[in-house]
């Protein structure tokens, strides 16, 4: 997987809750895997990313449904972390069992988990973490164990940890990656906001910040949400298995040069589907618009089921002129075209012979573009985006840690 393709780009697929065969979620995962494959076959997506909480009870039985969809097609990349259900009733000895099979695959990438000494009074013994990092596509991404450090259980509840080991390793893997010129994305269950610790709180955050890492890409909401700072952009998606914010679906994540771009696909909505990459929408922008002379580069991800010959694309900027887009890799349609002052909606259409014609508008960041001051809580959502549908957002939190119901 270390290949590059000019555009970094992953599905992500929202907390499962695995709880019995027959729940209609079990069906959903199979389902959204059997497209996400599909689209990784034909290069079009690095890997799919599961996010945590993949077991309601964090139990071997709740897993086997897991590891039953995914035996389904082999040749998926699969990248996972755990989340608080992994540890639901105070062990984790059924989610250590599965991240050695996953992640200590091929397919996972060959990763083992490590052993710890932590400052634990409750329990001295040495704690098994499940982090590790991987360069795929030219960006450095590095996934975390938010849940092995802490206590959380049910009854207890969320106790959110990293420690000084993990913490550490982190650090280095940023500076690394920064002096080799790699971009970084960060893969974790939730907000550096809610780890328990206020130090490890800052800490993370800081380094998020400090580096300029481009995403970070979470769980744990059960909603759609984006939070861009202006250096990065905080990335939550949708649950399959405990859903009330919309159609179930998986989310595309994309990183194409400077830019960082995010899309909900839902499950519902047929093949084709386009994402933006290149220029930054306004509310995602960290650097301002590169027209010098006048001209811009478009790009844009398309997911199809069709050969790259069936598909055909165009934009228009504020409703004008078709401009057509050609292929520029096996993933991507490109287009240079003016952009005059004032101009304000760049849409991007794609059809490809089967389904309905699939759209994105996005309204370009502006040549003056200035990254705003560090917010007083950062790495949290207090600086999230309100409702944006052609993102999949809804932006009223309809989940149990905010707004939604008791699951």
């Given amino acids: 997987m270390t290949a590059r393709h000019g555009v970094f780009a992953f599905a992500h697929v929202g907390d499962l809750h695995l709880a019995g065969a027959d729940d209609r979620h079990v069906a959903d995962l199979r ?201 990065t952009l905080y990335a939550a998606a949708r649950s399959v298995g405990q859903n009330e914010d919309g159609s179930v679906g998986y989310a595309v994540a994309a990183i194409d040069g400077p830019v960082t771009s995010w899309r909900f696909k839902p499950l519902d909505r047929a093949l084709p589907f386009v994402m933006i990459t290149s220029p930054a929408d306004r509310r995602l922008a960290t650097a301002p618009l590169d027209a010098p002379d006048g001209t811009i580069s478009v790009r844009a991800l398309v997911l199809s089921e069709r050969p790259q010959d069936a598909w055909r694309c165009h934009l228009r900027v504020d409703g004008g002129p078709a401009h057509p887009m050609v292929p520029d890799g096996p993933r991507t349609v490109h287009a240079r075209i003016p952009w005059r002052e004032g101009a304000h909606r760049l849409a991007v259409t794609v059809t490809d012979g089967t389904g309905p014609a699939d759209t994105e508008v996005i309204e370009p960041v502006g040549r003056s573009f200035v990254p705003p001051p560090p917010h007083a809580r950062p790495g949290s959502d207090a600086f999230r985006l309100p409702a944006w549908p052609e993102k999949g957002l809804r932006g009223d939190q309809l989940g149990p840690n905010r707004n939604g119901r008791d699951w």
């Fill in 31 to 231: 389902a959204i895997l059997a497209e996400v494959a599909g689209l990784h076959g034909r290069s079009l997506l690095d890997f799919a990313y599961l996010p945590g909480d993949l077991a309601e009870d964090g139990r071997a039985e709740q897993y086997a449904l897991l590891r039953a969809a995914l035996d389904a097609h082999p040749d998926l990349p699969v990248r996972l972390i755990a989340g608080d259900h992994d540890r639901q009733h105070g062990t984790m000895t059924d989610f250590d069992a599965l991240f050695a099979a996953i992640a200590g695959s091929r397919r996972g990438g060959g990763h083992a988990a490590r052993r710890h000494d932590l400052p634990r009074p409750r329990d001295p013994a040495p704690v098994t973490q499940s982090y590790y990092a991987e360069t795929i596509a030219g960006v450095r991404c590095l996934f975390l164990d938010m849940i092995s450090a802490g206590y959380g259980e049910k009854g207890f509840g969320l106790d959110f940890r990293l420690g000084p080991c993990q913490l550490a390793w982190l650090g280095e893997e940023l500076a690394q990656a920064e002096r080799e010129g790699l971009p970084c994305a960060v893969f974790a269950h939730t907000y550096p906001d809610d780890l328990c610790v206020p130090d490890e709180r800052e800490a993370l955050a800081g380094l998020i910040r400090h580096h300029g890492v481009r995403l970070v890409e979470m769980g744990h909401t059960h909603y759609n949400e984006l939070a861009p700072d202006g250096r």
